[in-house]
């Protein structure tokens, strides 16, 4: 029996008493204009009573499950419901999911980022279930005055099997709400779950398909304006003078004026970065209106502190320049340099990537409505915490007049982690005294940007007589941020490691994206060991497991952060699904492994060359992230992984010119397109019982490794600079 204290986390298991009046809710009413349509209204009960912060029941058992973290397309508002569920022991149809406002009073964690949603809130849903489920077991056997141990529940039922008496959740939710939370409770064993590892289909997916007011774009308020902001054109550059005349004068235009995003004074969250502080607003009636006076406005720029704009050609010079100097030791095993100095073989590679923006499909876009006693906002956002404290600095208003509610989101990957574009709204409402909706259009979006950084690493190897593998050195760094990660693979399972970083300075923005860091060393590092492996005349997957087995069973250092085991599991998994050794004779193969974000994922592309152009056939994937929730919505996120891998490695780069990125939409900002996309993605889970270790994440960095190396089995070349559609 799994016994869990509430009083871990008891905040979350504050209740109300019984919440009762007609028809109460489907969304709330903050979120109007994102609700369901009135025939799905009437099903609901006429009377709720709350249970815990995370539940309600209704008179006639139907529950609604609030799901606490922002819905970036990561199903957790699906995902979330279902534990919560299977620890209330409810039946799956019974259940209704609303996504609950920022309230980290009840929800404590509310972000979306890191791959750390399930597996931070695992617990704290199960509790929240299985802690309803006593109280409604506690209500049934005060009412029918028999021991508590002998009550039973089932889908969603009170059975008292003795006195034959059962009862509906609904008819106990009343007596429910009113007994104190009790101070422990059971949580179901692994192999009792009966909505944990099915397949469930997105609670949102009917409304996503047909079209329904979900996302921040489709927010709308009576009386409402719209706002769209002109920035500098270029990173280096701010305000120097406007001429709005001609923008005043249009029809449907309500104002133009300045803003700064902040205030000196303003004490500034790590979501805040925006290099872009001075902004020429537009507000007005309509999209079309205001669009068409945003692009009347004259305005001048000028440097900010007289230093040259970046050119992507600098940003190359000075990463090259930095990656052959001497880096900062972060880690260092044995003795490298006599290592390397005696060696049969030595090899070596260096490896670059470019920015990358984010391109999420909804752009960025934020409903504010500040009056001089409160600030309600609506919108598409990772971060409500951070953000909501931002907001309030800048208002000048305490939190607690602080409302954000989360809308669905159009895309993340990193992006709206940082929420300027809230605050922005937020001060063009203040400033003009009504409802606003802040829309950025594409370009905006693009050149207004928080990018992927660019990156470099150069590796080193070497080889003994024997082709053991006896030292390793890895030197990375990039545009402001280091993808070095010290203590990973293949760290521990050489006696010889030596692990340095640098960074060089920028003034322009970056920001997480998608597994960040990862993103780029998983290419650099595996496409680096399937050159080694084949340099000591081994198979690169037999390669990988010696170095895993010697990392387990004779370990170098103690701050390997990787767990070998299952390291080895995932690689030895696609081994065997993807029939490795038998491929078929026209398809060149590509392998790769890696562990980011608490999970572990191994690819095996299948590429042919077709009419002298790059063709992928199949897509193996091996994955272990602890116990799967949603088997259905977990394969899709890793087939999403998939493609938006290949993609950016294979045809993505954003590039600048005198501080001005020069692609600003989708006629020039090259993605993959859906006849590039794999023919076949095949997923496989490592079946064990580890709590879920996440998953957004870690299925994007591996498959970039195994597509470089199908691209040299394919080409005879490899390939170290992406993207790699530029070489082939």
């Not at 489920?133 to 003795?162: C, N, Y």
């Not at 470089?708 to 170290?720: F, I, M, P, S, V």
Request: aromatic share 8%; with cysteine.
């Amino acid at each position: 029996m799994n016994i869990a204290k509430t009083k871990i986390g008891r905040r979350a298991f504050i209740k109300s008493t019984v919440v009762a009046g007609g028809g109460m809710m489907l969304g709330f009413s903050w979120l109007a204009a994102c609700t369901s349509s009135p025939k799905e209204a009437l099903k609901m009960p006429k009377e709720w009573f709350e249970i815990n912060g995370y539940l309600k029941i209704g008179e006639n058992g139907v529950v609604t499950i609030v799901s606490p973290n922002p819905e970036i397309g990561q199903n957790v508002k699906t995902a979330m419901p279902m534990i919560v569920a299977d620890e209330l022991d409810v039946d799956w149809k019974m259940v209704v999911v609303e996504q609950g406002p920022l309230n980290t009073a009840i929800f404590t964690r509310q972000l979306a980022g890191g791959s750390q949603a399930i597996r931070q809130g695992w617990q704290g849903l199960r509790m929240a279930g299985a802690t309803a489920r006593k109280m409604l077991r506690q209500a049934a056997a005060q009412t029918w005055q028999v021991p508590l141990d002998e009550i039973t529940t089932d889908s969603g039922v009170v059975f008292h099997k003795k006195s034959g008496k059962q009862a509906g959740y609904g008819e106990l939710a009343s007596a429910a709400a009113q007994i104190p939370v009790p101070e422990e409770v059971e949580l179901k064993e692994i192999k009792d779950f009966k909505i944990i590892g099915t397949s469930k289909k997105n609670v949102d997916g009917l409304k996503i398909v047909t079209g329904k007011p979900l996302f921040g774009l489709d927010y709308h308020k009576p009386g409402m304006l719209i706002a769209m902001i002109a920035h500098p054109p270029a990173f280096g550059l701010k305000l120097k003078s406007v001429n709005d005349a001609t923008a005043k004068s249009m029809p449907g235009i309500k104002d133009v004026f300045t803003i700064q995003t902040y205030n000196n004074e303003n004490e500034k969250q790590w979501s805040d970065v925006s290099a872009f502080n001075d902004l020429v607003v537009v507000v007005g009636n309509s999209t079309w209106e205001v669009l068409n006076a945003k692009k009347a406005l004259k305005l001048e720029w000028e440097p900010v502190d007289g230093s040259a704009p970046e050119t992507s050609e600098m940003h190359t010079q000075l990463m090259n320049e930095s990656g052959a100097k001497p880096g900062r030791v972060r880690r260092k095993d044995g003795n490298p340099e006599s290592a390397f100095k005696n060696a049969a073989k030595v090899i070596e590679g260096t490896y670059t990537a470019p920015f990358l923006a984010h391109n999420t499909m909804e752009p960025m876009n934020f409903f504010a409505d500040v009056t001089a006693e409160k600030a309600e906002l609506v919108g598409p956002t990772q971060t409500p915490e951070f953000m909501e404290k931002s907001v309030s600095a800048r208002l000048g208003l305490p939190l607690e007049k602080i409302d954000i509610q989360m809308t669905r989101m159009g895309g993340g990957f990193g992006r709206r982690l940082y929420g300027h574009f809230m605050v922005e709204a937020a001060v063009i409402s203040q400033k003009v005294k009504a409802p606003v909706k802040l829309i950025y259009t594409r370009e905006d979006d693009m050149t207004f940007g928080i990018y992927r950084p660019a990156y470099h690493a150069y590796f080193r190897a070497a080889l003994d007589a024997q082709n053991n593998l006896t030292a390793f050195h890895v030197r990375a760094g990039g545009m402001r941020d280091s993808s070095l990660r010290a203590n990973r693979f293949p760290a521990g399972s050489v006696d010889n490691y030596l692990a340095e970083d640098w960074t060089i300075d920028s003034n322009i923005t970056i920001g997480a994206f998608r597994a960040p860091g990862s993103n780029f060393m998983a290419v650099a590092e595996q496409s680096f060991l399937d050159e080694v492996a084949e340099a000591a005349g081994k198979d690169p997957i037999a390669f990988r497991l010696e170095l895993l087995n010697r990392a387990k069973q004779n370990p170098v250092g103690e701050n390997n952060d990787y767990d070998a085991d299952r390291y080895a599991g995932v690689l030895e998994l696609v081994r065997e699904k993807s029939g490795w050794g038998k491929e078929a004779s026209n398809l060149h193969r590509g392998v790769a492994a890696y562990y980011c974000h608490n999970s572990y994922v191994a690819n095996v592309v299948d590429m042919a060359i077709e009419n002298g152009k790059p063709v992928i056939h199949n897509v193996y994937n091996a994955v272990d992230c602890g116990i799967v929730v949603n088997p259905d919505a977990a394969i899709n996120m890793i087939e999403g992984g998939v493609v938006d891998g290949i993609g950016h490695a294979m045809y993505s780069e954003l590039t600048f010119k005198n501080g001005e990125p020069q692609q600003k939409n989708f006629d020039n900002y090259r993605l993959i397109r859906h006849s590039e996309a794999p023919k076949s993605i095949e997923v496989h889970f490592v079946k064990n019982e580890i709590d879920p270790t996440g998953l957004g994440e870690p299925p994007f960095p591996p498959v970039m490794g195994a597509l470089a190396n199908a691209l040299y089995k394919a080409t005879g070349q490899r390939h170290y600079h992406q993207p790699f559609i530029k070489n082939i």
